[in-house]
């Protein structure tokens, strides 16, 4: 019934950057805060950034912190993640993450307190 879906979002122009996106069905989205994280080829899981339940609070980890945007669109139940100056290291496939307890923060919080999970999503940056 809860679901998240993620999808790659196209390229932002003009430097051509990926935006992914995370369709949210099966709980009341404007009710939830939503992470972003990700895990790197052989890497453990990183947070990446997190959004309120109505956009006010956002947070960034240091490594992506000046270069990535989060917002999200509560009438389309979706939450967006804005790449810039990507580096090679951004190489990663890209969860967006909630749960019945990480829904009140979008800072970081224990793993095991984030019950749903995308699929994630491939973003490649050449090296």
């Known amino acids: 019934q809860v679901q998240l879906v993620e999808s790659w979002g196209g390229l932002a122009q003009p430097w051509g950057f990926p935006r992914p996106s995370c369709a949210a069905s099966?709980?009341?989205?404007?009710?939830?805060?939503i992470s972003w994280a990700r895990q790197a080829p052989g890497k453990g899981l990183e947070w990446v950034s997190g959004?309120?339940?109505?956009?006010?609070?956002?947070y960034y980890a240091d490594s992506v912190k000046g270069r990535f945007t989060i917002y999200r669109d509560n009438a389309k139940n979706t939450v967006y993640l804005q790449m810039n100056s990507l580096k090679p290291e951004d190489t990663a496939l890209y969860y967006c993450?909630?749960?019945?307890?990480?829904?009140?923060?979008?800072?970081?919080?224990?793993?095991?307190?984030?019950?749903?999970w995308g699929q994630g999503t491939q973003v490649t940056v050449s090296s």
């Open positions: 959004i309120y339940s109505d956009g006010s609070d956002t």
């Open positions: 099966g709980f009341t989205f404007s009710s939830y805060a």
């Open positions: 993450a909630t749960g019945a307890r990480a829904a009140f923060t979008a800072v970081q919080a224990m793993w095991r307190e984030y019950d749903y």
